[in-house]
Nanobody, 125 residues
């Protein structure tokens, strides 16, 4: 059974930091692209960042460039999203995803095959 389990969400003040984790199990994801998406209240899901398991390629939404960093730990089968300088507009449910053909379309949610259940991030002003 394939599982992606997110953790690390919570409530933080503007300017603070959080690190999200996504633990994967159930299959080998070495050929997959791992992505983070988020869904703000009342809005559609949007791309945040993506990375290949080797870490040689990373992709970021313009809104998070320079503030968020995506990384992998192959030994732990875990993907991280380090979020710094958080803003109230970063408030959302954050989802981890894995996609095989997402290598070519890392920002498109439809190209991801597996999704986690999501973790809430709330940034207060």
């Amino acid at each position: 059974q394939v599982q992606l389990i997110e953790s690390g969400g919570g409530l933080v003040q503007a300017g603070g930091s959080l690190r999200l984790s996504c633990a994967s199990s159930g299959r080998t994801f070495s050929s997959y692209v791992m992505g983070w998406f988020r869904q703000p209240p009342g809005k559609e899901r949007e791309f945040v960042a993506a990375v290949t398991w080797t870490g040689d390629r990373t992709y970021y939404a313009d809104s998070v460039k320079g503030r968020f960093t995506i990384s992998t730990d192959n030994a732990k089968n875990t993907v991280y999203l380090q979020m710094n300088s958080l803003k109230p507009e970063d408030t959302a449910v954050y989802y981890c995803a894995a996609g095989l053909i997402a290598y070519y379309y890392p920002s498109r949610a439809s190209k991801y095959d597996y999704w986690g259940q999501g973790t809430q991030v709330t940034v207060s002003s």
